[in-house]
């Protein structure tokens, strides 16, 4: 199994700071990983995937990089609407698909 | 209004059976491939389950090989999980996910759940 570790557990941010997410996985995943947002009470809403490429609808302030073991998640410039745990999630496993344990942004 | 509604979550004796469903519309449900995902209570989250959009290819986690079984009606734009020999263990809220895939042209792959249900609430406890 691809182990999938996120980085920092809790990261706070000012609103209008950047945000910095760090995925690592146990082993190579290519280009293969997706980035997911929930919001306490709400299903996994999609962000990213193939590492870099924004889902239909996200803001343009939202961006992935990284392929092998490591990602990143930044988001430019934090809106009140984006403190939420972060889940990044390797799909070169498939159809074994694993997340990281979540990055939660909090307000500081 | 592209739209996950799932239901038949409760609480359940340990050992017992509970059936899970996933409602879709909006959509053309039998083009898609279906996977259910759940969370534990505080926890992050886990696959479950994969179904192809046929119906004639399925997955399962380790965790819950032999005890869940998923299926679907394309008739009825439903997707199901069954689950017997429930543990304290699959307690969690349980998400239906529609998975888009394919690949670039490049020949790089792409697979993920755009949309999701809002869970049902599984509960374990004698």
């Known amino acids: 199994e691809i182990v999938m570790t996120q980085s920092p557990a809790t990261l706070s941010v000012s609103p209008g700071e950047r945000a910095t997410l760090s995925c690592r996985a146990s082993?190579?995943?290519?280009?293969?990983l997706a980035w997911y947002q929930q919001k306490p009470g709400q299903a996994p809403r999609l962000l990213i995937y193939?590492?870099?490429t924004r889902a239909t609808g996200i803001p343009a302030r939202f961006s992935g990089s990284g392929s092998g073991t490591e990602f990143t998640l930044t988001i430019s410039s934090l809106q009140s609407e984006d403190f939420a745990v972060y889940y990044c999630q390797q799909y070169n496993n498939w159809p074994s698909l694993t997340f990281g344990g979540g990055t939660k942004v909090e307000i500081k | 209004e592209v739209q996950l509604v799932e239901s038949g979550g409760g609480l359940v004796q340990p050992g017992g059976s509970l059936r899970l469903s996933c409602a879709a519309s909006g959509f053309t449900f039998s083009s898609y491939e279906m996977n259910w995902v759940r969370q534990a209570p505080g926890k992050g989250l886990e696959w479950v389950s994969y179904i192809s959009s046929s119906g004639s290819t399925i997955y399962y986690a380790d965790s819950v090989k032999g005890r869940f079984t998923i299926s679907r009606d394309n008739a009825k734009n439903s997707l199901y999980l069954q689950m017997n020999s429930l543990r304290a263990e699959d307690t969690a809220v349980y998400y239906c996910a529609r998975a888009t895939s394919g690949y670039y042209g490049s020949g790089g792959y792409y697979y993920y759940m755009d949309v999701w249900g809002k869970g049902t609430t599984v509960t374990v406890s004698s």
């Open positions: 193939g590492a870099s």
């Open positions: 082993q190579s995943v290519s280009s293969n």
